[in-house]
């Protein structure tokens, strides 16, 4: 069983900083593309940042230039840093990756079970 666990949510005030950090564990073949999806109270999930496995970086343009993702293939871990926060950047955040489990005979799609993350002073 593949499992996707995500950490560092919480309340910043505006222009502040935080790290999402989530870690997919289990039986693990290989890890292609991983990103980050945001969904703020009545909004759709909206796509904000993806990472290959060779480390080439996407972002929306609502977050780039403040928010970096980055992987550690070896400990099988997405990170997001945001800098800059604004109160239009609260939202539930989730990452989500393609794995190919050990065994499987292709790449599924997981998500994480989603962390709130509230900008307000």
């Known amino acids: 069983q593949v499992q996707l666990v995500e950490s560092g949510g919480g309340l910043v005030q505006p222009g502040g900083s935080l790290r999402l950090s989530c870690a997919a564990s289990g039986r693990i073949f290989r890890i292609n593309d991983m990103g980050w999806y945001r969904q703020a109270p009545g909004n759709q999930r909206e796509l904000i940042a993806t990472i290959t496995r060779g480390h080439s970086t996407n972002y929306a343009d609502s977050v780039k230039d403040r928010f970096t993702i980055s992987r550690d293939n070896a400990k099988n871990t997405v990170y997001l840093q945001m800098n800059s926060l604004k109160p239009e950047d609260t939202a539930v955040y989730y990452c989500?990756?393609?794995?190919?489990?050990?065994?499987?005979?292709?790449?599924?799609?997981?998500w994480g079970q989603g962390t709130q993350i509230t900008v307000s002073s």
């Open positions: 989500n990756t393609a794995i190919k489990p050990t065994g499987a005979i292709g790449f599924g799609n997981y």
